[in-house]
């Protein structure tokens, strides 16, 4: 193994393709599932090294820590194992990196900075799950332990220092944050959500997550409704009976699919005649509409559309490209504390040889000489060696691991150690 243990070397790798790089069939081929996962991992320790798989729906990436000087297998290969036509990508449809700026790629994808849409809040969970997975079937070592803990904490910090991922950036989150923004406190009122697609998913888990008073679901599929509500704790609707319900409403939030309107002029105007023209919200994300457009003037209706929302998303987006210089700002502190760590690797064989040095001169001495004194006396004796051993360590110890190591200083510093206790320079152990 080389002395030069530093993940700066040619160790770490990073091998990826992600929206920017791959259209989303391509990278749908590339993707690993949960029961694929171990035997890619498997596949990727095949030399020993340490690995983790970024896999998520905008992303496929490998993280590769070599056990030995020079990696041998950088991933590629066994993503594509089964693909030929992905395996010749290379160039600008599939990026690579290695030493350091592997770390720094991952802290970008950890923040949100990497995502299809900047500050999204997902990704910081699927790095985490991909790191515990990995670790979970024995796949990471002590380098890619440290460098995705170190990920965490900065996606941690720039949700808790920055504005980042704060507002809404999806159609789904927008039509909540609009509910707020009218109603305040949703723990308060009752919503008819009519859709339970992908969308419709979406809205029902921020709606709870909201704690909204009642959460009503409505789908031209009953067995979807019903398997969303009993997940969540709402309750279902007959479409057929929605007319007759929006009176007793609040919020109204429709993500359907249906290719013609699905609530009238008229049935809207009763329903309002009903609850005393109280406000009534309607949001329509269907594509085509849900609702007549008409439905927005009557008296207490407040109807909103996918432009609404989008105006909403674009202020937002705006207000978290404002924050990318904060972002970046924590992401170079990190750096820096990832470069002061590998840098400090180079001193590791040689302390831990030094350390063992000394352990081996005070075995030998108390062999030759602790027949001597007492058993009880020789236990003191060993005590007192070890402790004025580490006490006479300390110091220098300290002096090493507190300077640049990369320098020409503390290149001269490990090297003298080494020729003074004749340790080996790759291994740190005796020569």
Request: charged share 25%; hydrophobic share 40%; aromatic share 4%.
């Amino acid at each position: 193994m080389s002395s030069d243990v530093s993940i700066s070397s040619s160790r770490l790798h990073l091998v990826g393709a992600s929206h920017k790089t791959l259209p989303l069939d391509l990278r749908e081929r590339l993707s690993v599932g949960s029961e694929e996962l171990p035997t890619v991992l498997s596949a990727l320790q095949s030399d020993g090294s340490e690995a983790v798989v970024l896999s998520t729906c905008n992303r496929v990436e490998v993280y590769l820590f070599s056990s030995i000087s020079e990696c041998v297998n950088p991933g590629w290969e066994v993503l594509t194992r089964f693909e030929p036509e992905l395996a010749a990508l290379n160039g600008d449809r599939v990026y690579r990196a290695k030493g350091l700026p592997v770390g720094k790629h991952l802290f970008r994808v950890a923040a949100g900075l990497e995502s299809q849409i900047v500050g999204e809040h997902q990704i910081l969970g699927q790095v985490r799950d991909s790191y515990r997975r990995a670790l979970e079937y024995g796949a990471v070592g002590g380098v890619l332990d440290r460098l995705f803990r170190q990920a965490i904490h900065v996606g941690k910090r720039v949700r808790n220092e920055t504005s980042l991922s704060v507002g809404a950036a999806h159609h789904g989150s927008a039509a909540v944050e609009l509910a707020e923004r009218m109603f305040g406190d949703l723990s308060r009122h009752s919503v008819l959500l009519i859709g339970a697609g992908d969308t419709g998913k979406l809205l029902a888990r921020q709606l709870v997550d909201k704690h909204v008073g009642e959460l009503s679901i409505a789908n031209r599929t009953p067995g979807k409704a019903e398997e969303l509500a009993r997940s969540l704790g709402g309750q279902t609707v007959e479409v057929s009976r929605v007319p007759d319900i929006l009176h007793e409403m609040d919020i109204v939030i429709s993500a359907t699919s249906s290719p013609k309107s699905v609530i009238r002029y008229d049935q809207v105007a009763a329903a309002m005649r009903t609850r005393s023209y109280r406000p009534l919200l309607i949001i329509d994300i269907a594509v085509p509409r849900d609702f007549d457009p008409q439905i927005g003037e009557i008296e207490g209706c407040f109807l909103k559309s996918i432009e609404d929302l989008d105006s909403i998303i674009e202020a937002n987006i705006q207000e978290r490209i404002s924050e990318v210089p904060a972002v970046e700002q924590i992401i170079e502190e990190e750096y820096t504390q990832l470069e002061n760590w590998s840098v400090s690797l180079r001193s590791e064989p040689t302390i831990r040889g030094l350390r063992g040095r000394v352990d081996g001169i005070l075995e030998e001495v108390l062999s030759r000489h602790g027949k001597k004194f007492r058993p009880e006396d020789r236990v003191q004796l060993e005590l007192f060696g070890k402790a004025l051993l580490s006490r006479v360590l300390h110091d220098p110890i300290c002096r090493v691991k507190g300077s640049n190591q990369a320098s020409p200083l503390g290149t001269a510093r490990l090297a003298l150690i080494r020729e003074l206790f004749g340790l080996d320079e790759e291994t740190g152990r005796r020569s």
